[in-house]
């Protein structure tokens, strides 16, 4: 994609990011919703997020092609310096690099801020073929350096089917025995 600019998101964007992300509730079994969340409710969530976290999106011209978000892995202190990724991409988009592009700029700021460990929650198929989730997810998380840590069976129900979750974990940084505290998101330029 020759026109692709990876950017902080806007909450003007809500709109689009919705759209994206109603696909994936109403047509697979990639999210667990079962009802999608309005503009005015993930414009709210995108607020959340952008007080702690880097919130990007992937988009050609004025068209948005996808998005991606960090937010808490768990939040007590003790997991602070972790974070839960997540990404999607316009339908038809998938493959052509886009969730590459936002993943990696993702862990660049968050590695400038001090985090040390990435987490990713997949939705995987109890036998496959399944037409609402394959193991797509799970390979592009390896590509990306993730290594699955855990998986939770038949734990989420969706379309009449039962599905696994696959927990993936990436480090990013060394582990010191005296951490410096993390970098708010604020001061980081993306």
Same mark, same amino acid.
């Given at each position: 994609?020759?026109?692709?600019?990876? +950017? =902080?998101?806007?909450?003007?964007?809500? %709109?689009?990011?919705? *759209?994206?992300y109603s696909y994936y509730v109403a047509q697979t079994a990639i999210s667990f919703d079962y009802e999608m969340p309005d503009e005015?409710?993930?414009?709210?969530?995108?607020?959340?997020?952008?007080?702690?976290?880097?919130?990007?999106?992937?988009?050609?011209?004025?068209e948005v092609l996808g998005f991606a978000y960090a937010s808490d892995f768990i939040s007590r202190k003790a997991y602070e310096r972790c974070a839960e990724l997540t990404v999607y991409l316009r339908n038809g988009y998938q493959r052509k690099g886009i969730? +590459? =592009?936002?993943?990696?700029?993702?862990? %660049?700021?968050?590695? *400038?801020?001090?985090?040390?460990?990435?987490?990713?929650?997949?939705?995987?198929?109890?036998?496959?073929?399944?037409?609402?989730?394959?193991?797509?997810?799970?390979?592009?998380?390896?590509?990306?350096?993730?290594?699955?840590?855990g998986t939770f069976y038949k734990c989420g129900y969706k379309f009449g089917n039962w599905y696994n979750m696959v927990w993936a974990e990436k480090i990013i940084a060394?582990?010191?025995?005296?951490?410096?505290?993390?970098?708010?998101?604020?001061?980081i330029r993306y």
């Amino acid at each position: 994609m020759d026109n692709l600019t990876i +950017r =902080k998101a806007e909450l003007a964007d809500a %709109r689009q990011i919705t *759209e994206i992300y109603s696909y994936y509730v109403a047509q697979t079994a990639i999210s667990f919703d079962y009802e999608m969340p309005d503009e005015t409710a993930f414009r709210k969530k995108m607020e959340d997020i952008m007080r702690k976290y880097p919130f990007l999106l992937a988009s050609c011209g004025d068209e948005v092609l996808g998005f991606a978000y960090a937010s808490d892995f768990i939040s007590r202190k003790a997991y602070e310096r972790c974070a839960e990724l997540t990404v999607y991409l316009r339908n038809g988009y998938q493959r052509k690099g886009i969730g +590459r =592009k936002l993943y990696s700029e993702l862990e %660049r700021i968050l590695g *400038e801020m001090g985090f040390t460990n990435l987490y990713a929650c997949i939705a995987v198929p109890v036998d496959e073929p399944d037409s609402r989730v394959t193991s797509n997810s799970i390979d592009f998380h390896e590509h990306m350096g993730f290594r699955t840590v855990g998986t939770f069976y038949k734990c989420g129900y969706k379309f009449g089917n039962w599905y696994n979750m696959v927990w993936a974990e990436k480090i990013i940084a060394p582990h010191s025995d005296d951490p410096q505290e993390l970098k708010e998101i604020g001061s980081i330029r993306y």
